[in-house]
C-alpha cells in the first residue's frame, strides 16, 4: 500500500531542528533537493503499489533519496542508513520534516528501492531536469535575440553536438576460469545431496559418495599452479565433469527414493538449473575443443552476467553490462543497456531522435568513433542535415586541406567529453565495479549513477556561475579602489582577496 505524502517538498526553512537554527539554502544537498520534481513522479511510482492492502509504503522521495545519496557519496547500504541517521541535510533531502536520531529504514530497504524503481523511470527523470535546465537557458536567449513573430515564422533549424559512444560497467565478480567454475558448481551439488539425503524418511539408505575431497584436491592441484599447461588444465577440467555427472546422478537417485526438491531453498533450486546448463555448455566446450559458446555463463550467483569482448588495453574482455550513452553540453543519458553484447552503431538513429524530441530539432553535428560510420547511417544522417564527425569512405585523399585537419582535430578534442564522463562514472562513482547482484537492481543502480553524475554538474555549474557574478563584483570594486585615496595596504589586500 502507499499514501502519498501530504508535502514532497518542504522548504529548507521549514526543517526543524532540536537545538533551533535553519538549514542553509546554499548546502548541495538543498540545492539538488529544489532541482529534482519529486511530486510530478510519485504518482508513476505508486502505481507498482495495491491501494488498499499490505504495509504503507516509504515515499518516493525517501527512495530515490536515498539511492543517491548512496550513489553520491559511494559507501554501502548500512552506511548510507547511518549517514541519513547523523545527518540533518540528508534526512531534508529525504523528504524528512524535522530532525531525528532514529534511522528512518533498515539498510535492507535499499535493495527493495532498487527493485521497484526501474531504469525507465530513472531515466525519465534524468531527462525531466536536465530538459527543465535547457528550456530555462533557451528562453533567456530567445528573448534576447529573437521576437515571437520571427520565431513563428522560422523553424528551428539543426543545433548543437551530440556525442555517442559504449562502454561497460563491469560487475563485482571474480574473474572467470572454466576450472573454476566446475569447482563451484560441484561444491553446490554436494550440498544439494547432503540437503536431499537428511530429508529421507528411510535412513537405511546408504549416503552417495561423491569423493569430495579427493575432487578439492584434484582442482588445487592445478589452480595453484602459476601457469598449468594446456594438458593438465584439460585433465583437470575433465575430471570436475565427471565428478558433477555423478552427483547430478545421485540427486535424480535421491528424488526417486522420495526426496523432494521442495526441501531447498529458491536459491538453491535456481543454482541447481544454473549448474546444469554450467555442465552442458562446459562439456560441449572441452569436446569440441573450443574456447566460446553462445550464451556463456561466467558466474554461479550472477547466471546473467556474459563476457564482453571490448580490445581495451588490458581489458580485452570485460563481465558486466555493456550500455550505450549520448553525451551534449555536458549532461550525459543512459540510452541502451544489455547484458549481451551488441553492435552499438544500431542505437544511433534512435539516439539522435531522442535528442530531437527532448530539444525539438536535430543536431548540427554527430561526434562517434569509427564503428558508427556505416553507410546507412551517413546516408541516414545525410538526408536530415546532420554532419557526421570522420573522415569520408573511400581512399584517403592525398593532399589534406588545412581546414579538414583541423575540423578533424577539433572532431576529436569533443569527443573526449565522453570518455571523461565514463571516466568519472568508473573512478568517481561505481559504474567502474557494480555491486548489486540481481540483473534489475544492477540496471537500475547503473542509471542511478548517470542521475548523479548530471546532478553533480549542475550543482558544479551553479557554484561557478556563483563565482563568476561574486568575481565580477569584487573586480568592479577593486578597480574603485585602485582610483580612489584608499592607502596601498587596503588596496593590496583586497587585490589579493579578489584574485581567482
Known sequence: MYRKAQKQETAAEDFELPFGGKLASDNRWVIMAEMIPWSEFEAEYAAIFSAEMGAPAKTFRMALGALIIKEKLGISDRETVEQIRENPYLQYFIGMSCYSNNAPFDASMLVHFRERIDIKLVNKLNREIVKQVLESKEEVEVKSKKSETEDLKNEPTNRGKLILDASCAPADISYPTDLGLLNQARKHTETIIDILYNSLLLKSIKKPRTYRNIARKNYLLVAKKRKPTIKERRKAIKRQLQYIKRNLVHIQQLMELGASLFNLSNRQYKKLLVVAEIYRQQLWLYENKKISIEDRIVSLNQPHIRPIVRGKAGKKVEFGAKLSA??????????????????????????????????????????????????????????????????????????????????????????????GKFGQGKRRFSLGRVMAKLPHTSVTAIAITFLVMNLSTLVSRLFWEFLCQFFNITSFFTSFISKSDVPFDCRQQKLIFALP
Open 326 to 419: 549520448s553525451c551534449y553540453d555536458g549532461y550525459v543519458f543512459l540510452d541502451h543497456i544489455s547484458w549481451d553484447n551488441f553492435n552499438e552503431s544500431g542505437d544511433l538513429k534512435s539516439q539522435v531522435e531522442a535528442y530531437k524530441k527532448l530539444h525539438g530539432y536535430y543536431p548540427q553535428s554527430v561526434h562517434v568513433d569509427k564503428i558508427y560510420r556505416t553507410r546507412d547511417n551517413r546516408s541516414w544522417c545525410q538526408e536530415r542535415g546532420i554532419r557526421i564527425s570522420g573522415p569520408p569512405l573511400g581512399r584517403p585523399p592525398k593532399n589534406v586541406s588545412p581546414e579538414k585537419k583541423k575540423q578533424a582535430r577539433e572532431d576529436e578534442l569533443i569527443r573526449n567529453s565522453i570518455e
